[in-house]
């Protein structure tokens, strides 16, 4: 059950950052253009890489973010930064007619190939190509923290979702034991670009994404931001001590419209 954590307004907001400042890639300024070419770059390998930088544990977080969205068969799923599709699959697979949804077209071209199954959608998560109300659920992992304006998408998410309706957000957040946050800064900095280029992968893109997870706010902030968009009852989940957290929140059954 997702909801361990109930959300309270107004808790101070927590947010790591960085000095370092790398112009070869995406930066944390996130222009939506830069994002998707940086993307594009990693898509072959970006599968791979997931395993290799979380240590397997991608494949747990996948199914914890399956488990909170409770997909059932005939519902209406949008997975945004879908990438390769492999979530979406997991949707797919368990009847859900799901839409896989992501602004790096390369990302959709190698998911295509692995997954010819399903329908890849190209779009912004600030501007989505899709009806009010369209969706049961809404699902983005590893992805907002991408996002050039993480708050309009929030609120698009809201847009497209069915009353009654919920979202589901995995990211990388912020590890709760205070001893283990050095050591995970340290991992972030120096391990997880050096693993990039021992794959041949895009080192630089690499660098970004450590730079951007730190960035990230904390899990009370992202809640506060969830219901400032108008989500309500907002729950999260750390999972492995807050290295990922699941935030999940649902859309009025009484909205027929985004306020």
Known sequence: MLAILPHRRGRPQTVWKTGRVLTTRATLDKHHADVASMFDGVAKRYDLMNQIMTMGAADTWRDLVVDAVEPEPGQVILDLA??????????AARGAQVYPTDISTGMLVVGKQRQPHLHFVAGDATCLPYADNSFDAVTISYGLRNVEDPQKALREM????????????????????????????KYLLAAIPAMAKL???????????????LAWPDQPH?????????????????VCGGVVALHRGWKGSDEKEMA
């Open 82 to 91: 879908a990438g390769t599709g492999t979530s979406s699959a997991t949707f």
């Open 158 to 185: 809201l847009r497209v979702t069915k009353p009654g309706g919920r979202v589901v957000i995995c990211e990388f957040s912020y590890p709760t034991w205070a001893p283990f946050r050095h050591v995970y800064t």
């Open 199 to 213: 794959a041949s992968s895009n080192r630089d893109a690499y660098d970004y994404l450590a730079e951007s997870i």
């Open 222 to 238: 992202l809640a506060d931001m969830m219901a400032e968009a108008g989500w309500q009852a907002i729950a999260w989940r750390n």
